[in-house]
């Protein structure tokens, strides 16, 4: 299984690349954020490592480019910044996870592994809910055979819905769970769910998106009476 490390520190990628290497990944490393976009775009990976501070081009100008052309594989990003505005700009831009730099080579892999099992799992499955498709291998919607685009976040948050149909996902397991940034602004959630409301449910008349009440949000198809 090939993974892509782009990281200029030459310490680190060395580490990383040598644990990766022993854990029986195979690892190719990019020490530049121009050869690595390169890389990413002409190599089949599993993943990919992206440090966010690079010379050239950043870790988000990467992530960016490769989510524009579709590219669906996982995005692990390191970063020495730990405020919550970078690790919300990079979720946003369609990083998988992150990781504060310094960090512990187990932990690492422990997410890596993670990611891996998640990726396994969502390429092989699409997700049916009325006249709603999703497709979680390539990250695309469709409404009554329309496709929708969405951002990497409104993604994100309606497959979550649709992976838990019926059930109600709080705003805070959303922040800390789906999104797995649980310090952002307590109305992000709402602004996000409203955005995928027009999006997805807007010129229809039958809605999927559902407000429970001072619980939180559901995605299923409605029972008779049901205006939320």
Known sequence: ??????????????LVRMGLEEARFTVDVARDGASGLRMALKGEYALIILDLMLPGRDGWEICAALRAR????????LTARDGVE???RGLDTGADDYLPKPFDFGELLARVRAL?????????????IADLTIDTGGARVWRAG?????????????????????RVLTRELIQSRVWRDDES?????????NALRRKIDADHDVKLIHTVHGMGYTLREPETGDMS
């Not at 090939?2 to 310490?11: F, K, R, S, T």
């Not at 579709?70 to 990003?77: A, F």
């Not at 602004?185 to 769910?193: G, K, L, P, Q």
């Open 86 to 88: 970078d690790r919300v």
């Open 146 to 166: 329309k496709e929708i685009r969405l951002t990497p976040r409104e993604y994100t948050l309606l497959e979550a819905l649709a992976a838990n149909e019926g």
């Open 116 to 128: 891996l099992r998640r990726d396994k799992v969502h390429r092989s499955r699409v997700i049916q």
């Open 185 to 193: 602004f307590s109305n992000t959630v709402n602004v996000h769910i």
């Open 1 to 14: 299984m090939n993974i892509l490390v782009i990281e200029d520190d030459e310490v680190i990628a060395e």
């Open 70 to 77: 579709r590219r669906v594989v996982p995005i692990l990003m």
